[in-house]
C-alpha cells in the first residue's frame, strides 16, 4: 500500500528532501496468525491459574484477543474468526451451565472491539493511549453481556437479575479487563514490532 | 552488467522517525569486496536492508529514490523473490535460524521456492561443504556451536547460489580467531564463485586483506565511497571517521602526510615493514 506524499522542510532535518513515498510494513503475511496463537496461549495459561478474587476473574483470553485486534487491527471477517477460536479454547474449561455460550459470547466480543478499533482509527485516535483500555472494556462488556443474557435464557432467570446482579459484576470485569490490555498492550507492541521507527540504525 | 546493486537519491525513514538514510547514491560493482563503515547509528543496518529489500517495502516507512538489484528495481518485489539473488544475513544471525536440523535449515528456503527435493539435498550437501560443515545435515542446531550455526546460516544463503551476499557485522560476537576464520572462508567463497559480497564490518583488521572497496556512512549520509586506494585518505581525512580505519591505514596515511612519500595500501604488517624497509624508512622496523 503506497502513496505519495510532500513532507514539508519544516517536518524533516533537511531542506532539500524530495517528496517521499509512504509505504505501510508489510510484514503481516501470516504473522498475525503467529502473534495471535502466542497470546491465545498465554491467555489460556493465565485463565487457568488466575485465583478468583471476591468473586472476581479477568478473562484473559479477551485481554488477549483486544491486544491481537489493537495491534493487528485486522478486517471484520477476521476478528469474526479470532473471536470464534477464543470462543472455542474457553469451552473446555467453562464452569457454566452452558459452555456453548462462549462461542457466541466471544464472537460479539471480537466484533465489538473490532469495529471500535476500526472508529478510533477513523477518527484518528488509534494511537491514542487509552484506546486499548477502552476496547478492552467494550469487548469484555459485551462479551459478558451476552453470556449472561444466554444464561438468563437457559437457566429462566428474570430479567432484574441480570440487569442488578450479572451486569455489574461484567463491569467489573471489563474494568479488569481493560486495564489488563491498556497494561499489556505497549510491552506486546515493543516486542512484536520492534523494529518499527526504535531500531539499531 | 558491471553494476550489482546500483542505489539512486535514496531517502528513508523509519514510521515515525526522522530521516535515516539521506541522498545515498551507491554503486556495487560485479564481484567486489566491499566494506561498509561508520559510527553507531549512521545507518549501516538500514542500508544493507535498503538492498535487499527488507526496508522499505517490509519495514514500512517513507522513502524516496530507487534500489535496483542486478538491473531491477526492488519496488514491488518480495522479499523473499530478491533473496534469491541477494542473500542477507544479520548481526543477529539466530534470528535467522528456523528448522530443527542443520539440513533441513538449509534446504528450508530452496523447498518454499520450489526446488525439487533431490536439488535441494545436493544444494544443501555442497553449502554445508562449502562452509566446512560436511555430512551434518541431520545435526540438531543445538548440538552446533555458535560458530558452527553462523557457518550453518551462511551456507543457507549459498545454498540459493546468491550472486550478492550482504552480511550486517559478521564477527561482532566472535573472538579474533573466529573473526580471521570466517573472513577467510568468505574469501574463499569470494573467489572460488565470484560472489559480490557487501559487508557492515567495524574491526577492519579482519577484513584488511580481501575488501576491495570502502564506503563510509555517517549520519545517513555516504561520506565517502570507492576503491580502498581512493577513498582512505578521503577518510583519513575526517576526524569522526579516522579511529574507524585500521591502525595499520593509519599510520600510512600519517607517514603520508609527515614525509610526503607515497606508498601502497597496505594489506598487512609484513607488506607495511617490507615497504617501509625498501624506501630506508627505519631499519629496525619488524612486523
Known amino acids: 500500500m503506497e502513496e505519495t506524499v510532500n513532507i514539508h522542510a519544516s517536518e524533516k ?12 510494513a508489510n510484514q503481516e503475511g501470516y504473522r498475525w496468525v503467529a ?5 491465545f496461549a498465554i491467555g489460556i495459561i493465565l485463565h487457568t491459574v488466575s485465583p478468583n478474587v471476591g468473586g472476581v476473574t479477568p478473562n484473559w483470553t479477551i485481554a488477549m484477543y483486544s491486544i491481537v485486534i489493537n495491534l493487528t487491527r485486522p478486517p471484520l471477517k477476521r476478528a469474526i474468526g479470532i473471536g470464534f477460536v477464543a470462543g472455542l479454547t474457553l469451552i473446555p474449561s467453562s464452569k457454566s451451565a452452558f459452555p456453548l455460550g462462549n462461542i457466541a459470547s466471544e464472537l460479539s466480543g471480537a466484533t465489538t472491539c ?19 483500555f477502552i476496547t478492552g472494556f467494550a469487548s469484555t462488556f459485551v462479551s459478558g453481556g451476552v453470556f449472561t443474557f444466554i444464561l438468563k435464557l437457559v437457566l429462566g432467570l428474570p430479567l432484574k437479575v441480570w440487569i442488578f446482579a450479572m451486569l455489574p459484576v461484567v463491569a467489573v470485569v471489563g474494568v479488569l479487563n481493560g486495564l489488563i490490555t491498556f497494561g499489556l498492550f505497549r510491552p506486546v507492541k515493543k516486542l512484536f514490532y520492534a523494529q518499527e521507527g526504535g531500531e539499531d540504525k | 552488467m558491471n553494476s550489482m546493486i546500483s542505489v539512486s537519491n535514496f531517502y528513508f525513514n523509519y514510521l515515525r522517525s526522522d530521516l535515516v538514510l539521506k541522498n545515498v547514491n551507491i554503486e556495487i560493482e560485479k564481484g567486489s569486496f566491499t566494506v561498509i563503515i ?6 549501516k543496518t538500514t542500508l544493507c536492508k535498503a538492498m535487499t529489500g527488507i526496508v522499505p517495502f517490509y519495514s514500512g516507512g517513507d522513502y524516496a529514490g530507487e534500489i535496483r538489484v542486478l538491473g531491477e528495481s526492488t519496488k514491488g518485489k518480495k522479499v523473499s523473490d530478491l533473496a534469491m539473488k541477494v542473500g542477507l544475513m544479520l548481526e543477529d544471525y539466530e534470528s535467522q535460524l528456523v528448522s530443527l536440523t542443520a539440513g533441513e535449515e538449509v534446504a528450508f ?8 527435493p533431490e536439488e535441494a539435498e545436493e544444494r544443501t550437501r555442497l553449502a554445508l561443504e562449502d562452509v566446512g560443515l560436511p555430512g551434518r545435515e541431520s545435526y540438531q542446531l543445538d548440538e552446533l556451536s555458535g560458530g558452527q550455526r553462523q557457518r550453518l546460516a551462511l551456507a543457507s544463503l549459498l545454498a540459493v547460489h546468491p550472486e550478492i551476499i ?3 557485522e559478521p564477527v561482532s560476537a566472535m573472538d579474533p580467531d573466529g573473526g580471521e576464520s570466517l573472513y577467510k572462508l568468505l574469501d574463499k567463497i569470494h573467489k572460488e564463485h565470484g560472489t559480490t559480497f557487501i559487508v557492515v564490518e567495524h574491526r577492519l583488521e579482519f577484513v584488511l586483506p580481501y575488501m576491495t572497496d570502502l564506503i563510509a556512512v555517517k549520519n545517513g549520509e555516504i561520506a565517502a ?6 577513498v582512505v585518505p578521503q577518510i583519513y581525512e575526517d576526524e569522526e ?3 574507524l580505519l585500521p591502525d595499520l591505514w593509519q599510520v600510512r596515511s600519517n607517514l603520508e602526510k609527515k614525509t610526503m612519500h607515497q606508498f601502497k595500501l597496505w594489506r598487512s604488517a609484513d607488506e607495511a615493514v617490507k615497504e617501509l624497509q625498501s624506501k630506508g624508512f627505519g631499519r629496525g622496523v619488524r612486523a
Open chain 2, 166 to 168: 550482504v552480511l550486517d
Open chain 2, 38 to 43: 561508520g559510527p553507531s547509528g549512521a545507518g
Open chain 2, 225 to 230: 565511497q570507492g576503491h580502498c586506494e581512493d
Open chain 1, 35 to 39: 502473534i495471535t496463537a502466542m497470546l
Open chain 1, 114 to 132: 473490532c469495529l471500535l478499533v476500526k472508529a478510533f482509527v477513523a477518527c484518528h485516535m488509534g494511537d491514542w493511549r487509552l484506546t486499548p
Open chain 2, 109 to 116: 528456503s530452496l523447498l518454499n521456492h520450489g526446488f525439487p
Open chain 2, 241 to 243: 571517521l579516522r579511529p
Open chain 1, 13 to 24: 532535518e533537511c531542506n532539500t528532501t524530495p517528496a517521499m513515498t509512504h509505504v505501510e
